[in-house]
C-alpha cells in the first residue's frame, strides 16, 4: 500500500469512519495510557495484569508497554536543516502518558468497552485512536 503525501496542516481535520470497511479486517486503535492526579480509586497494578491477560488471550491486545517517567524523555526537532533535542516532556501538565496498548477491534465501540475495562479508566484516563488507512 502507497501511503499518499503527508499534510500536517490538514491532517486530523475531518472524521474518519469507524472503519474502512464494514465487512473488511479489524481496525487498529492506539490507547495511550494516561495518568491523573486525581485518581478514582487507588491503584492496583494486579487489577492491569488481569486484564492485560485476558486481552492477550482473546488475540484484541497486540502489543503494549509500561513507559518511563517524563523526566526521562527527550524532545527533538529539525529546523532550517538543524537538530534541537531537548530534555522532558513536549508540553508541561499534570497528566503524562505511562503506557500504551495497541488494540485490535471490530469497531471503535469495541475498542471503547474494551478501555472502559482498563483499571486505568478509573485511575487515570484512556485516549484512543485509530490507525489511518493507507489506500
Known sequence: MARPPFDVQTYGTTDAPDRADPKGPPM???MFVVTDPTPDSPSDESDVDLWVDELDASGKRVIGEVLEKPAN???VRVRDGKRY??????TETKEWICGFD?????????AIEIASR?????NGQLELRPFMVWE
Not at 533535542?85 to 513536549?90: E, I, K, Q, W
Not at 495497541?102 to 469495541?110: A, K, N
Not at 482498563?118 to 478509573?122: K, N, S
Open 73 to 75: 524523555s527527550k524532545v
Open 85 to 90: 533535542v531537548t530534555d522532558g516532556p513536549f
Open 102 to 110: 495497541i488494540l485490535e477491534c471490530d469497531s471503535m465501540d469495541e
Open 28 to 30: 487498529k486503535y492506539m
Open 118 to 122: 482498563h483499571p486505568m479508566a478509573r
